[in-house]
């Protein structure tokens, strides 16, 4: 069964940095394009950012809110990915999905991890 | 940025019955080059992550029963559920992937009547 497992999540505080990974089993990372998602406690998803496999390009793109504080990174030969998150705001608080995007379902996210949560709060 | 809006927020349908949940996008999601449209629908049950059902608008993922289904095209689309089962209670999103930065409708909650 695929599966995808994200770690990392905890408490920080304001303005401080967490590193989020996600372990895919089951699954070729490398072959799909991967996001992440994340949930406000009671609100609705949010995209966080995406990376392309390496075949195409392996660039990144990220949500205005996260952009230059948030790097999407991934190691294929570790089949994971990651999300390193600084400069964080109490905004930041939810819950976040790593997500892969394959071809064949139109890169639609297909596959969502169980989550990880990360507060921000002093 | 595309703006996904859900109709309605909440919805209550007796069991048996027909749900139906609408998705308007500000700006087409319809892929020329394809003649694909770039929209997904998924369901989300409480303590749960997100779980896609439908993409390219009308193609439902493998194992989602047959009561599911998507249609519309361009701006405006709709997600059906045929006869509700209790199991069908959730929240249920629309999202756009054409492009990015991707983004979701603002759910809709789906509860028995």
């Known amino acids: 069964e695929v599966q995808l497992v994200e770690s990392g999540g905890g408490l920080v505080k304001p303005g401080g940095s967490l590193r989020l990974s996600c372990a895919a089993s089951?699954?070729?990372?490398?072959?799909?394009?991967m996001s992440w998602v994340r949930q406000a406690p009671g609100k609705g998803l949010e995209w966080v950012g995406r990376i392309k496999t390496k075949t195409n390009g392996g660039t990144t793109d990220y949500a205005a809110p996260v952009k230059g504080r948030f790097t999407i990174s991934r190691d294929d030969s570790k089949n994971t990915l990651y999300l390193e998150m600084n400069s964080l705001k109490t905004e930041d608080t939810a819950v976040y999905y790593c997500t892969a995007q394959n071809p064949p379902n139109g890169y639609s996210f297909d596959c969502w991890g169980q989550g990880t949560l990360v507060t921000v709060s002093s | 940025d595309f703006v996904m809006t859900q109709s309605p927020d909440s919805l209550a349908v007796s069991l048996g019955e027909r749900a139906t949940i609408h998705c308007k996008s500000s700006?087409?999601?319809?892929?020329?080059?394809?003649?694909?449209?770039?929209l997904a629908w998924y369901q989300q049950k409480p303590g749960q992550p997100p779980k896609l059902l439908i993409y390219?608008?009308?193609t439902r993922e493998s194992g989602v029963p047959d009561r599911f289904s998507g249609s519309g095209s361009g701006t405006d689309f709709t997600l059906t559920i045929s006869s509700l089962q209790a199991e069908d209670v959730a929240v249920y999103y629309c999202q756009q992937y054409y492009s990015t930065p991707y983004t979701f409708g603002q759910g809709t909650k789906l509860e028995i009547k």
């Open positions: 390219w608008a009308s």
């Open positions: 089951e699954f070729t990372l490398s072959n799909a394009w």
């Open positions: 700006q087409s999601v319809l892929y020329s080059s394809t003649n694909e449209n770039y």
